[in-house]
């Protein structure tokens, strides 16, 4: 379960609102597919939300405030978080947890390296009007593997 409540409350809301639209059948073909980019960009949102969240809280307990309040700003500019890129992050904070984390993304045939990627990939080409065949079910199937994500990385700053 993740830790911050602020965290596993958007996951919460993002899966209920899948769900739910998953489940509503008098949604058409064309309805469902633009419901599944929607959740994708809240998808990445969600993905960066997170990262910054988890890496902020653990930055104000264990820096002074000026030593936080750089790291925070410079936390605060990742944008389309790839996994490369978040391991990058994590090494930085201790070099054991970005090689720890590299393990566990490509862990299970890089399913949860693949989950990030593929997030950050279909919001960029959500973004720029390209086309995009992701769906709500591959959503909510990547957010379960960012969830296993942020609750790794949890437990590994606060060992």
């Known amino acids: 379960m993740i830790r911050s409540p602020a965290i596993r409350s958007q996951h919460d809301q993002l899966v209920s609102f899948i769900e739910k639209c998953a489940n509503d059948h008098s949604l058409d073909v064309f309805m469902l597919g633009h419901l599944g980019r929607y959740s994708c960009v809240s998808a990445a949102g969600f993905v960066e939300n997170s990262l910054g969240e988890v890496f902020v809280d653990f930055i104000k307990q264990g820096s002074r405030k000026q030593v936080a309040n750089f ?16 391991v990058e992050v994590a090494g930085r904070f201790h070099e054991s947890l970005g090689s720890e984390l590299a393990i566990f993304l490509d862990a299970d045939n890089k399913k949860r390296r693949d989950s990030i990627d593929s997030i950050m990939n279909n919001r960029h080409l959500i973004a720029h009007g390209k086309t995009s065949s992701i769906t ?24």
């Open 71 to 86: 790291a925070i700003d410079t936390l605060r500019k990742i944008q389309n978080p790839k996994s490369y890129r978040i």
């Open 136 to 159: 709500l079910s591959r959503v909510k199937a990547h957010l379960a593997d960012v969830h296993d994500v942020i609750v790794f990385i949890e437990k590994a700053i606060y060992r």
